[in-house]
């Protein structure tokens, strides 16, 4: 019988100077993409500190040269997996822990030098053209994120007030047509009250950090209104 896996939480922290090592929760949770970061953070904080030990799995060799980018080694820890990537061209020029090793955070694992050869002026251009072309990608991915999210908060906006209207005009219908029960009224208002708490208070469920923003902006937004009604 074949179980079902959890999927990994893959970050990948990128290293400048001479010198890799084992980044700490911090690092991971600002390299972290904004999708995956309260899931990492959750894992992170299941972990005990006495167990906080990550393997080591090498990608590159001793002597090998190093690109921007290109991952250096992974470290694997439960289903939390972090890709060390070089932020600069140089050379792997000692490894000081072996294949699989386990080790805590702040744990040296690599020497890196510099490139056995000068970067000529047009490979510093490309460098610099392939760091803008990364970050332009990601801040596109956000914005498309912030898109989405903006288009479901609307939606439920919309919906939102179509609700409150409706009830107003079933209020008003009531009182023209002499069929108005205060007791009747206020039952179901308490109702509406307690649904929209149910679905919108940002603790009530269980939520990411991007879906709990979103509970708040809603709530903030029509909270008030809903306890402006109840006054009137």
């Known amino acids: 019988m ?20 084992v980044p700490d929760t911090e690092r991971m949770l600002n390299s972290c993409p904004e999708a995956q970061r309260g899931r990492l953070g959750r ?6 500190a006495d167990r906080e030990v990550w393997s080591v799995h090498w990608e590159k060799a001793r002597g090998d040269a190093l690109r921007p980018h290109e991952v250096i080694a992974r470290l694997r820890l439960n289903e939390i997996v972090v890709e060390l990537a070089s932020g600069q061209h140089g050379v792997l020029t ?17 020497k890196i030098g510099k490139p056995a050869t000068a970067l000529t002026r047009s ?9 803008f072309a ?8 956000r914005i498309k994120n912030l898109q989405i999210q903006l288009a479901e ?3 439920l906006v919309g919906q939102l007030r179509g609700e409150i209207l409706s009830l107003r005009a079933r209020q008003a ?3 023209l047509g002499g069929r108005h029960a205060p007791w009747s009224n206020d039952r179901k208002f308490k109702r509406l009250k307690q649904e929209f708490s149910k679905h919108f208070h940002p603790d009530t469920q269980a939520a ?17 209104i809903v306890e402006r009604i109840e006054r009137s």
Not at 2 to 21: D, M, N, P, Y
Not at 43 to 48: D, V
Not at 134 to 141: C, G, I
Request: charged letters at 35%; glycine letters at 4%.
């Open 2 to 21: 074949k179980f079902f896996r959890r999927a990994e939480t893959v970050v990948r922290c990128a290293f400048r100077g001479t010198v890799l090592s």
């Open 43 to 48: 894992r992170l904080k299941k972990i005990a």
């Open 94 to 110: 000692e490894l000081l822990v072996s294949e699989g090793e386990c080790l805590e955070v702040g744990a040296n694992l690599a």
């Open 123 to 131: 490979q510093k251009i490309s460098e610099m053209l392939a760091q």
């Open 134 to 141: 990364s970050r332009h990608h990601l801040d596109v991915e």
């Open 153 to 155: 908060t609307q939606q």
């Open 173 to 175: 219908a009531d009182y």
């Open 208 to 224: 990411d950090d991007a879906e709990r923003k979103r509970r708040e902006r809603v709530f903030q937004e029509f909270w008030p």
